[in-house]
T-cell receptor
Framework: AQRVTQPEKLLSVFKGAPVELKCNYS??????LFWYVQYSRQRLQLLLR??SRESIKGFTADLNKGETSFHLKKPFAQEEDSAMYYC?????????????FGKGTHLIIQP | ETGVTQSPTHLIKTRGQQVTLRCSSQ?????VSWYQQALGQGPQFIFQ???????GRGNFPPRFSGLQFPNYSSELNVNALELDDSALYLC????????????FGSGTRLTVV
């Protein structure tokens, strides 16, 4: 069965410092990996997906199949990055397109 | 273009009762998924509906059931409510099966007492 692990419940960094939110997954097959973000009082929204290989709001994430990781990184944190971040994967091979989420990491950027 | 709307926003039910939660999908979206998010946890996939049929299901018992209507709106029904059913229920729609562009609603907060 697929599983997503986000080891940090809370991560606090200072503005301007680098940020790395960790995500590890277990899955037998070819998963698609995503990062979702939820800002205070807003809905869950897609931040980025590994297939797109794009940078959104300065964030990037590289899928490392050898380490089964999909860590989210940003070189210089900004206060508006404070939010709840969820790593998720999807089974791509028939059946339902249900996302499997990690428990989330609460990122706090201190001024 | 309207987003995903869910109703009600909050409700309180007694153990053993039944509840129906509603979701209007984003305009142009024909696939709806439901998730349960317990406090301090990530969302958990309940099931997905496509063209009014259940397309797949997570690890939830049969007392969790759903419907999708011709206008692609959807309902989540939970029978014989248990205290552990207390959670935020999220609806997400996408433009087609296999599309990864999920749009989430704000959720319904269900409290079972």
């Amino acid at each position: 069965a697929q599983r997503v692990t986000q080891p940090e419940k809370l991560l606090s960094v200072f503005k301007g410092a680098p940020v790395e939110l960790k995500c590890n997954y277990s899955y037998s097959g070819s998963p698609e990996l995503f990062w979702y973000v939820q800002y205070s009082r807003q809905r869950l929204q897609l931040l980025l997906r590994h297939i797109s290989r794009e940078s959104i709001k300065g964030f990037t994430a590289d899928l490392n199949k050898g380490e089964t990781s999909f860590h989210l990184k940003k070189p210089f944190a900004q206060e508006e990055d404070s939010a709840m971040y969820y790593c998720a994967l999807i089974y791509s091979g028939g059946g339902a397109d249900g996302l499997t989420f990690g428990k989330g990491t609460h990122l706090i950027i201190q001024p | 273009e309207t987003g995903v709307t869910q109703s009600p926003t909050h409700l309180i039910k007694t153990r053993g009762q039944q509840v129906t939660l509603r979701c209007s999908s984003q305009s142009g979206h024909n696939t709806v998924s439901w998730y349960q998010q317990a406090l301090g946890q990530g969302p958990q996939f309940i099931f997905q509906y496509y063209r009014e049929e259940e397309n797949g299901r997570g690890n939830f018992p049969p007392r969790f059931s759903g419907l999708q209507f011709p206008n692609y709106s959807s309902e989540l029904n939970v029978n014989a409510l248990e205290l552990d059913d207390s959670a935020l229920y999220l609806c997400a729609s996408s433009s087609s099966l296999g599309s990864r562009g999920y749009t989430f609603g704000s959720g319904t907060r269900l409290t079972v007492v």
